[in-house]
């Protein structure tokens, strides 16, 4: 283990691609490195986790809303079993796309961490394309990653038209304070050389505004095997679900489903008709990929609007084709 370990925080608003990116990143790692990921999911059912342990590192989940929760409890937990156990060479740390970086900055070069950990430049992932949402650019989530990141990289271009492009640049040339560098890429494909450096440790915009999530909650369902667990703040809703590894959904039905729901994220590790899948929603495209079994399917779904759990509960249900 490298002492202080270098330590790289990946910020970006929701949908934005930064499991994806962390993948990518840990696609390139050096063979004789252990490396490690903290990860923090807006919804309660932990499915990120699941799709980076498949790429080899140690990963702690930290899910249910912004992990710097409660002075910061669930943060030093996750951050202290995985140095403990993985002995890591290189940690990077996802927080959710719905929180505020203060605290988690706090943490991270607090009197517990300071002689540990070495925070590199902080990565903020931006999609050029919703710099045309007024929701998004109010957001204070949104302006706190932005102003806390040393390097901005504008991710999915490939999705992104030539004003979209020229657009983000524009913008982020005169975001406070200024930033290292900035990048374009595609598919989450972020450089190692980027995670080299410290941090400027910028200030956040607004560090007293962060929200405490509300309490998740388990909703009764019919079913007895399956767990449903909702979550609600910064101005959205997540429902989850998790169901035992016997229970087989119908893929075109389950596809189906959330092209008509209009979340604005989905995202599963599940067994369906066509085998275990990922899928993976956002801003209306939806990819599917094959992946390996798992003790549990996992789904989640976020919308800025409240949805009826129940209701959306019986409609996977009725997606029930078999059970070993």
Known sequence: MKSPI?????????????????????????????????????????????LLQEQGAF??????????????????????????????????????????????????????????LELGPVLCL????RLEEPRVLASVQFQDQ????????????????????????????RVSPAKRAVFHTREGRLDLAWLEGA????????????LHPQPATAAPVTQASWQVLTNEGQGYF?????????IVLDERGLLTLVGEAGFARFKAVVRTSAGWRTINSSDGAVTVRATT?????????????????????????NLVRDRD
């Open 59 to 116: 990963v702690h989940e930290v899910p249910g809303g912004c992990m710097c929760c409660v002075a910061g409890l669930p943060m030093q937990v996750g951050l202290n079993r995985l140095i403990r156990q993985a002995r890591p060479d290189r940690l990077l740390i996802e927080p959710t796309g719905l929180g505020h970086p203060a605290q988690v900055l706090a943490t991270l070069t607090g009197e517990h961490y300071r002689n540990v």
């Open 293 to 317: 079994a798992t003790a549990l399917s996992r789904l989640e779904a976020i919308s800025a609007h409240p949805m009826d759990a129940d209701a959306l509960t019986r409609r996977l249900q």
């Open 146 to 173: 932005v102003a806390t990141a040393d390097i901005l990289v504008a991710n999915k271009t490939d999705v992104c038209d030539a004003a979209q492009l020229a657009h983000f640049d524009a913008w982020a040339a």
């Open 6 to 50: 270098p330590t790289t925080l990946v910020l970006g608003f929701l949908g934005v691609g930064k499991t994806t990116a962390i993948a990518e990143l840990l696609k390139q790692k050096p063979s004789h490195e252990v490396w490690a990921v903290l990860v923090n999911e807006f919804g309660e059912v932990g499915i990120d986790g699941a």
């Open 199 to 210: 941090s400027a440790l910028n200030r956040v915009a607004t560090p007293e505004s962060h």
């Open 238 to 246: 997540s429902v989850g679900w998790r169901l035992p590894a016997s």
């Open 126 to 129: 931006v999609d050029p394309r």
